[in-house]
């Protein structure tokens, strides 16, 4: 599979994104490969940096992880035959469908040194139609900056957290037909050198 970005600029950062409309055929094989090939793209970029995921709340999460940290923010990107291709919405208040209502939900963060590791959680902890990851790469001793930047009270902005180096990498991966593979990443410097990949890379 090869992974080619579109790069574009704005309010400070440089944007790279990948979309790719899944199979309809062999779901559950599909999904598990891909998903190792976009985690072992964001091990490869982030070298060097602290990892943080943040994800939707699981109680599995407590059972397997020594910290994690509650945050009402999700990052918000729609990729699917209803909302379009790679729509960068941002961040914004976590939510669910209940019964026609929005009930309010938190997500999570927590350290995570290999990302890799993430393949071993439950399918469905990272969704039900496609798995959202957000991942942090982030300098040593930045972990407080992280903590402020999600828990502000107003809506999270990136151009204030991300340092020169660091990394904002969003993945969704695809369960169900109309559901896209999609790629997000930013970042204050140029990568555009070590992000169009393919699979015999990994």
């Known amino acids: 599979m090869n992974i080619t ?3 574009t600029f704005g309010e400070g950062l440089n944007n790279y994104l990948f979309v790719k409309q ?3 055929d062999h779901r559950t ?6 998903l190792h090939y976009y985690l072992s793209l964001a091990k490869k970029l982030m070298s060097g940096l602290n990892s943080y995921v943040l994800i939707r709340y699981s ?3 407590t059972e397997v992880l020594p910290v994690i940290y509650t945050t009402d923010w999700h990052y918000n990107l729609q990729s699917d035959d209803f909302q379009g291709l790679g729509t960068d919405l941002g961040f914004s208040l976590s939510h669910r469908l209940s019964n026609g209502n929005v009930v309010k939900e ?6 995570l040194k290999d990302l890799l590791t993430l393949q071993s959680f439950p399918e469905d902890t990272f969704g039900d139609t496609s798995s959202s990851i957000t991942i942090f790469a982030l300098k040593s001793g ?3 900056d992280l903590h402020s930047f999600l828990g502000t009270q107003r809506i999270p902005y990136l151009p204030e957290l991300l340092l020169e180096s660091e990394l ?3 993945i969704l991966c ?4 109309g559901f896209y593979d999609t790629i997000l990443i930013k970042s204050v410097q140029s990568i555009a050198h070590n992000i169009n990949v393919n699979r015999n890379e990994f």
């Open 59 to 61: 109680p599995f999460l």
């Open 142 to 144: 930045s972990e407080q």
């Open 22 to 24: 899944t199979a309809t």
């Open 168 to 170: 904002f990498i969003h």
């Open 29 to 34: 094989t599909q999904y598990y490969k891909h």
């Open 106 to 111: 938190q997500s999570v963060y927590f350290p």
């Open 5 to 7: 970005f579109n790069q």
């Open 174 to 177: 695809g369960k169900c037909s």
